[in-house]
């Protein structure tokens, strides 16, 4: 259950990054809106998952690590942003650094 939770916080922190992107510095209140939503969410939903016993250090590397990569794509995808062989391996990095977390009995 923990990890649904976690799932949801990272599905709520996309959101409200892509928002935060679209609201052009808060400009357009129905994205900001979106943003403080998401963002509250995000930590409610995290929060549950760490009640539930999961570490905190796996928690918040597998929700900055999938956050990250996730808006990585929605950027390249959606926003009109670059991908370059740093980018693509800086990404990498970072989901090869939550798998060792995992592997090393963080999600136990």
């Known amino acids: 259950m923990a990890w649904l939770f976690l799932a949801g916080a990272i599905l709520a922190e996309v959101l409200a ?4 992107k ?3 510095g808060f ?3 129905g994205w900001t809106i979106i943003v403080v939503a998401g963002y509250v969410a995000a930590f409610v939903l995290l929060a549950r998952a760490l009640k539930l016993q999961m ?3 796996t928690a918040y590397a597998v929700w900055a690590g999938a956050g990250t990569a996730v808006i990585a794509a929605i950027g390249v995808l959606f926003l009109g942003e670059t991908i370059n062989l740093a980018k693509v ?6 989901i090869g650094g ?3 977390l995992n592997l090393a009995g963080g999600a136990h």
Do not use: N, Y
């Not at 990054?17 to 935060?20: G, K, N, P, R, V």
């Open 27 to 29: 400009a357009h209140k």
């Open 89 to 94: 391996v800086g990404i990498a990095l970072i």
């Open 55 to 57: 570490e905190v250090g």
């Open 22 to 24: 679209l609201s052009d």
């Open 98 to 100: 939550v798998t060792v």
């Open 17 to 20: 990054t892509t928002a935060l």
